[in-house]
């Protein structure tokens, strides 16, 4: 595995897995970074060139001048692979990066070969009631400035191991299941963020009311239905971010598209449940790549 850089309109950063076959390339979540796919990259870089890029703003890759507003990070995805693997991909994405692949895989069908969902944030009734505790928060994001603010305090109180920890516990159903290296490696990098001053929060901000405003917008429903790739959507049953009845929401949508639902697992199945996640991601693109034809003489 390297670390690399391409530039993009300015610095973007990836995790290049090595490998051979047709490319993969993993799109992480909100607040998250092309390391959260550590437990599964290795793994699947040994039958696909494997890639996991960190989205401007987050990770390692600045916000520079750039947006990480939705629509932004998904242009930044499709000149990835269209300047960097120069050839079609299986997309994968977490989360919000769900959300990217889906726009992507819309957008461009000729780049997206395969799409996989993992916990999308996909647009449906996710609130049934409003949590009073969360209405200050909304009110910040509200304000320009004052979100900045929180979330820089919110970092200082925790520190970077804390704000790990904080962080699992909120994705995961059993935060003993995360790999003690792959927990270091995020702890190390929240360490490296934190010179980075406003910069973090104001990617993050910026990332969630894009997020807030999509998730909001009927017309996502249009784009959704222009995906022309094979889809595989993986869901943790116990996703307290994104609970499996949008997922569902989504197969009957889509009802071409295979769902596949992870027992016990929340909103990070490839950190938490890695090896089943190989398992039902190799089975599938198995399933769905068929080998090249013999030539007959």
């Known amino acids: 595995m390297r670390h690399r850089t391409v530039d993009l309109d300015g610095p973007v950063q990836f995790l290049d897995f090595g490998g051979e076959g047709k490319p993969l390339l993993m799109v992480h979540g909100l607040g998250g970074a092309a390391v959260n796919w550590l437990g599964v990259g290795p793994a699947f870089a040994k039958h696909h060139r494997t890639f996991a890029l960190d989205l401007a703003g987050f990770g390692r890759t600045p916000l520079f001048h750039r947006s990480a507003a939705l629509g932004a990070n998904a242009e930044l995805v499709h000149r990835f692979i269209e300047d960097v693997i120069a050839e079609p991909v299986i997309l994968m994405g977490n989360s919000m990066g769900g959300h990217i692949a889906i726009l992507v895989a ?94 973090n929060s104001r990617a993050f901000t910026q990332a969630i009311r894009s997020l807030g405003l999509r998730m909001a917008d009927p017309r996502f429903w249009a784009r959704m239905k222009k995906v022309e790739a094979p889809t595989l959507v993986i869901h943790g049953e116990l996703d307290r971010l994104i609970p499996l009845s949008a997922a569902r ?16 697992v929340g909103h990070v199945p490839m950190m938490e449940a890695p090896d089943r996640f190989l398992e039902v991601v190799n089975q599938w693109l198995a399933y769905r790549i068929a080998p090249e034809p013999a030539t007959v003489s």
């Open 106 to 199: 819309a957008d461009h069908p000729q780049w997206v070969s395969r799409l996989i969902l993992v916990d999308p944030a996909v647009p449906g009734e996710h609130v049934r009631r409003v949590d009073p505790a969360s209405l200050g928060v909304v009110a910040a994001l509200s304000l320009p400035g004052l979100a900045e603010i929180v979330f820089d305090r919110r970092a200082r109180n925790l520190g970077p191991e804390g704000l790990v920890k904080r962080t699992i516990n909120l994705v995961m159903a059993d935060p003993s299941r995360v790999d003690g290296d792959l927990l270091e490696a995020h702890v190390q990098l929240i360490r490296e963020r934190s010179n980075l001053g406003r910069q």
């Open 249 to 264: 929401d989504l197969i009957r949508r889509r009802p071409d598209w295979t769902l596949e639902i992870f027992e016990g």
